[in-house]
């Protein structure tokens, strides 16, 4: 995780971004590769000017496009079903795949400039 996170540089993005990114490589482990050990997960990381993106990818069948919405359960006390809603929170865009076995997540840089502080701080 330390390594996927280390380009963030802002204490409160990095842990924004750390929650969101522990929910979809659990995500990706057990509902995509049915926690299958002979299976295998392909996390991508690409820094551009403007925008840090993680693609995280999956061998499962994918998710259909009707379960990807970032709702929470019904029920407070349900055993799943918060993770999408979380990643949904921790990061300013969430792209899927057509196949729906690849999640693309991006964060805009935080601003750096002196004293300003990181925008997601007020989220």
């Known amino acids: 995780m330390e390594l996927l996170i280390e380009p963030v540089g802002c204490m409160v993005t990095c842990q924004r971004i750390e929650l969101g990114l522990h929910e979809a490589l659990v995500n990706a482990v057990r509902h ?9 997960l392909r996390v991508r990381r690409i820094l551009t000017p403007n925008w840090l993106i993680w ?12 379960v990807r919405q970032p709702s929470l359960p019904d029920q407070l006390d ?4 918060r993770g999408l ?9 969430v792209r899927w795949s057509r196949r729906g076995n690849r999640l693309q997540l991006a964060c805009r840089r935080p601003v750096s400039d002196g004293g300003s502080q990181d925008p997601s701080a007020h989220l």
């Open 32 to 40: 995509g590769n049915a926690e299958n050990p002979a299976k295998r």
């Open 55 to 66: 693609q995280i990818q999956d061998e499962g069948q994918g998710m259909p496009r009707g």
């Open 78 to 81: 349900a055993a799943s079903g």
């Open 85 to 93: 809603f979380l990643i949904h929170q921790c990061f300013d865009d």
